[in-house]
């Protein structure tokens, strides 16, 4: 009954190699977001997705390109990996009009 | 554009006493969402509490509530009774109630329990 998933969980690799985290909740809601949270903590907003429509995209490098299938869906892929990437990556949902966000247990990013 | 403010990096209470934890936050807009997250070794980012800036009642939830100081900007959250199981970082967060609804976080505070 996990209401917010990420897998995998652990994702060590090698720079420049291309990967993807995927995310999936079953809270019924219709906006998902993709945060990350570097090495001293710090959380930060990546994008957001309200009904498969990008609604948010920070300052984030194009190598990092968000899809969405559905609305239960958002699943992060991240190009020519490199050693700044190395973070845990937080997936969320809410509701619209909700405020709200129920987090992902993170999937942890080492690239090496 | 909004900012979220925690000036303490860490702190440590007995076990059994009684923290609390500042945030102050920066806007311009009359209606926002606050919280406090917790994040326990397993990383694992949970709410704690939440207040709507429309009401002037400060949020509870068992062991934790807030002191909500709309017209200073200030968002503190008290714990009550400290449990070992409440050791963690602590994120005081903003959202916006607009369409683009991020959460904004402060840098977090760490919080130690003292047997």
């Known amino acids: 009954d996990t209401a917010v998933s990420q897998t995998p969980k652990y994702l060590v690799t090698q720079m420049g190699n291309d990967k993807s985290i995927k995310c999936e909740q079953n809270l019924g809601h219709d906006t998902m977001y993709w945060y990350k949270q570097d090495s001293k903590k710090f959380l930060k907003i990546m994008f957001s997705?309200?009904?498969?429509?990008?609604?948010i995209n920070e300052t984030v490098p194009n190598r990092f390109s968000p899809k969405s299938p559905d609305k239960a869906h958002l699943n992060l892929h991240i190009n020519s990996l490199e050693l700044g990437d190395s973070a845990v990556y937080f997936c969320?949902?809410?509701?619209?009009?909700?405020?709200?966000?129920?987090f992902g247990p993170g999937t942890r990013l080492t690239v090496l | 554009a909004q900012t979220v403010t925690q000036s303490q990096p860490e702190m440590s209470v007995q076990e059994a006493e009684t923290v609390t934890l500042s945030c102050t936050y920066d806007t311009s807009e009359s209606d926002y969402y606050l919280f406090w997250y917790k994040q326990p070794p397993s990383r694992q980012m949970i709410l704690v509490i939440r207040?709507?800036?429309?009401?002037?009642q400060n949020a509870t939830e068992n062991r934790f509530s807030v002191n909500f100081q709309k017209a200073a900007k200030s968002f503190s959250l008290k714990i009550s009774d400290s449990q070992l199981g409440d050791a963690a970082m602590y994120f005081c967060?903003?959202?916006?109630?607009?369409?683009?609804?991020?959460?904004?976080f402060g840098k977090g505070t760490r919080l130690h329990i003292l047997p």
């Open positions: 997705y309200n009904n498969k429509e990008l609604i």
């Open positions: 969320a949902s809410s509701q619209q009009g909700g405020y709200t966000q129920y």
């Open positions: 967060a903003y959202r916006s109630p607009n369409r683009d609804d991020k959460i904004i």
């Open positions: 207040q709507e800036a429309y009401k002037q």
